[in-house]
């Protein structure tokens, strides 16, 4: 298994979940890693990404909530979620986005679900 994504769950609004994802192979700590998130009928979203030496962006909608961190020495990407909201209800993945052709195959996501 290439990616391991787990801490999905259900949450109220305002609460607070933190997803991991466990990554296998000896690059993973020159990659740029990202965390994605898709709902049923769309396409999947890219809501923040961390570099190699832990650079960040963050998409509009989650930015000042949502926080991505890294522990290279556990090939293992975080994604701090607070003031959760409804429509941050998805299944969250994790990828590779840099380099090019970097990109693992893609696990099963861990589900999300804010609601009261």
């Known amino acids: 298994v290439q990616l391991q994504a787990s801490g999905g769950g259900l949450v109220q609004p305002g609460g607070s979940l933190r997803l991991s994802c466990a990554a296998s192979?000896?690059?993973?700590?020159?990659?740029?890693m990202g965390w994605f998130r898709q709902t049923p009928g769309k396409q999947r979203e890219l809501v923040a990404t961390?570099?190699?030496?832990?650079?960040?962006n963050y998409a509009d909608s989650v930015k000042g909530r949502f926080t991505i961190s890294r522990d290279n020495a556990k090939n293992t990407v975080y994604l701090q979620m607070n003031s959760l909201k409804p429509e941050d209800t998805a299944v969250y993945y994790c990828?590779?986005?840099?380099?090019?052709?970097?990109?693992?195959?893609w696990g099963q996501g861990t589900q999300v679900t804010v609601s009261s």
């Open positions: 961390i570099t190699s030496d832990s650079s960040t």
């Open positions: 192979g000896s690059s993973f700590r020159f990659k740029t």
């Open positions: 990828n590779a986005v840099a380099p090019p052709h970097s990109q693992y195959n």
